[in-house]
């Protein structure tokens, strides 16, 4: 099936199945604005869980906050998002649409290293054991010529982004011959800047008030809670503090569902080090937050790293993990040196001294800072879109059909566990509410009692329930259930008594946790 295909798919999926709903659906939506329902609110809780325990739980020198998204104005000034938080946007005249300058050539430099990644898969089969990948890179015309065409490009692109010379990134799309996705032509505007921050009026009386921003990044709320924190919790160099908590961004491209929304959650987390150590806590944090990804089990060849060539304007070194959702390859999380970029900027703003007095060196220094930031819902929806499968199978002994099921760890998924009287009389509902009774206070269970059993196990495969328990006559007489798993669909007889232990095992957050020590 086509990749625009399948992803649509798994949106129709969400919706249907109480994941994700387009915001303000009555009123016809809200562009980039997603609500999510039952199930989506369950499986966002789960991760934020798995993040802020691996974070909070596992290192003592991490601690978590939540401040406030109301910030004064002057930290969007002091933490460069006033001048710098732009967007290069270029329409497109024929099409009208309108589109990120920079994302256009990234785009058009990552077609050409496909390219060059065919001509090698097609050397390879024909070769076999003989082929010699580097003296084939080294030597053949196309992929030499693609290699040239690639890092004129790319240098340009660079020295444009870091003198922000939008005349130039105009050039390298004429140039390039870059086309317009949607209508083919390479009619083009000039490139202007455009701010991504949201602002509102704070205050009610118009004397009084002034202009506040949506937070961008929550980021920055750690950042003027440095001295707080660091006093309060009496923190050491190196430390941490975590939070987790909305963004906004008024996003040009808002495409891609949930991957470009307008309102957003992060997870970040600030480490603060001493200067000179930044590349060792770089890497350090590189290799912990992908080991932290590839916990969740979607395989390994699912993630790569994506060191920037062009920075933020905060950063002195940057890597993004990304992960292959159907469309391809997309950031879900950027790893971040900051040098002192913030706090010292914020201590020139405010007027205030933010320094860290170091005992064993007797000095006073303006600690530099490592970031980690992942977006929570490219993360969720890396989750749906890996766990969405279409099998076909053989339901109850009738002919195959096709199921849908959603192959979330059993960890994150919304529902733990289902449970279903085979009918509706014969004290079979009783004896399956006081099995949910027992359970209900350690896992999030369902109870279903509507349509033929086979129904229901579909309704629970859609939304990834990892088990399901069924209460039938012989449940009356001698205290055991059918448990079924979601991915095997294998049933197994056990007795109620076990049921806690056969489940636990396999939904507990600590299994996760456990791979990242
Ligand atoms: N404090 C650093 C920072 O905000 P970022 O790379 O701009 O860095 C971090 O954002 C993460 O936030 C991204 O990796 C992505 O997962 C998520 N994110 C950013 N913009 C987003 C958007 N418009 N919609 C959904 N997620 C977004």
Request: net charge neutral.
């Amino acid at each position: 099936m086509a990749k625009d295909d399948i992803f649509k798919k798994i949106i129709a999926h969400c919706k249907e199945y109480g994941f994700i709903f387009p915001s303000s659906e009555i009123y016809d939506g809200l562009g980039a604005v997603y609500d999510y329902g039952q199930n989506g609110a369950e499986l966002k809780n789960n991760i934020k869980k798995y993040w802020w325990d691996a974070m909070v739980l596992l290192n003592e020198n991490i601690v978590g906050i939540d401040s406030a998204i109301f910030m004064h104005p002057r930290i969007w000034e002091a933490s460069g998002h006033v001048g710098a938080f732009n967007d290069p946007l270029i329409d497109n005249k024929d099409s009208k649409k309108r589109y990120r300058a920079d994302t256009l050539i990234e785009d058009f430099l990552d077609k050409l290293e496909d390219k060059i990644h065919k001509e090698l898969e097609k050397a390879r089969n024909k070769f076999g054991d003989d082929f010699d990948e580097e003296k084939f890179k080294e030597t053949n015309p196309r992929v030499l010529e693609t290699r040239k065409k690639i890092n004129e490009i790319k240098s340009r692109y660079i020295k444009a982004s870091e003198k922000e010379d939008l005349g130039e990134l105009k050039q390298i799309i004429l140039d390039a011959g870059i086309a317009c996705p949607e209508s083919g032509s390479k009619n083009w505007t000039d490139v202007r800047q455009f701010n991504l921050m949201f602002s509102t009026q704070l205050g009610s009386v118009n004397e009084d008030t002034y202009t506040i921003y949506l937070r961008p990044e929550t980021a920055q709320g750690i950042f003027v809670n440095f001295l707080n924190v660091q006093k309060t919790a009496r923190l050491k160099i190196p430390f941490g503090i975590a939070q987790i908590g909305k963004a906004f961004r008024n996003e040009i491209v808002a495409r891609q569902f949930v991957l470009r929304m307008r309102e957003f959650e992060q997870m970040e987390m600030q480490y603060f080090i001493s200067p000179g150590t930044e590349m060792k806590w770089y890497e350090f944090w590189k290799n912990a937050r992908m080991k932290w990804h590839k916990a969740i089990g979607m395989g390994d060849e699912k993630y790569r790293f994506h060191d920037h060539d062009k920075l933020a304007h905060y950063a002195n070194a940057a890597t993004d993990i990304e992960f292959k959702f159907p469309t391809g390859f997309k950031e879900v999380e950027g790893i971040h040196s900051r040098t002192d970029y913030d706090l010292g900027n914020h201590e020139e703003f405010s007027g205030k001294k933010i320094q860290y007095f170091d005992n064993e060196t007797n000095k006073s220094y303006c600690p530099y800072v490592v970031e980690t930031s992942i977006g929570l819902d490219r993360t969720l929806f890396s989750i749906i879109s890996n766990a969405f499968t279409q099998e076909k199978v053989d339901w109850e002994g009738s002919a195959k059909e096709e199921r849908v099921v959603m192959k979330i760890h059993p960890a994150l998924t919304p529902v733990k566990l289902a449970v279903l009287p085979l009918t509706k009389k014969d004290g079979l509902p009783e004896k399956a509410r006081e099995i949910m009774d027992n359970l209900k206070l350690d896992f999030n269970c369902q109870y279903e009692e509507k349509d033929s059993i086979g129904r229901r196990y579909r309704r629970q495969d859609a939304i990834g329930t990892p088990f399901c328990i069924t209460v039938d006559h012989q449940t009356l007489d001698d205290n055991t259930v059918t448990v079924r798993y979601r991915d095997t669909m294998k049933q197994e007889r056990v007795n109620i008594s076990r049921l806690q232990e056969i489940m636990g095992e396999k939904v507990s957050m600590k299994k996760l946790l456990e791979k990242l020590k």
